[in-house]
């Protein structure tokens, strides 16, 4: 196809062309987001990973009940409406991996925004959260930990 064609065919389908270019310019500006946001997603294989070769911090948002039903083994519960990066809890881990969990990933993620921006160094998040663990087959533990 050449140049001419192309421009042919974006004349005659003006609105199918727009939205093209729209899409292609929304999807750019994501993955570029993604790079620069400094923390990364894991999926639940590598979050094993990190656990076992780095001894990562888990901490799980999910509400009290929903922790108590399953859990990552070792994760520590902390609620979202008392996440604060600058807890007891949080203090000393700004150097050692801190991945950020909950039940479908996106209050997670905002968790791990706020981690970065307070400082801490290495930072993740578990992408699709507790729910991804359980489809890839991976244990959890029941109770309050």
């Known amino acids: 196809m050449s140049l001419e064609e192309l421009l042919a065919f974006a004349g005659r389908h003006l609105y199918l062309s727009l939205g093209f270019a729209g899409l292609t310019v929304a999807i750019v500006y994501t993955e570029i987001a993604r790079l620069f946001r400094g923390y990364k997603a ?6 094993t990973g990190l656990i076992n070769r780095d001894n990562a911090l888990v901490i ?4 009290s009940a929903e922790f108590e039903k399953g859990h990552i083994p070792g994760s520590r519960s902390v609620q979202p409406s008392q996440f604060d ?3 007891k809890l949080l203090a000393n881990a700004k150097a ?3 991945v950020a969990v909950c039940r479908t990933g996106q209050a997670s993620a905002d968790a791990a925004k706020r981690l970065k921006k307070a400082g801490f160094e290495q930072v993740y998040w578990l992408d699709g959260g507790i729910q991804a663990w ?3 087959d991976l244990p959890l533990v029941k109770g309050r930990g």
């Not at 894991?42 to 979050?47: D, N």
């Not at 799980?60 to 509400?63: E, G, K, V, W």
């Open 85 to 87: 990066p600058e807890s």
């Open 60 to 63: 799980d948002l999910s509400a």
């Open 134 to 136: 359980q489809q890839a």
């Open 42 to 47: 894991l999926r639940p294989a590598e979050l």
């Open 96 to 98: 050692l991996p801190v």
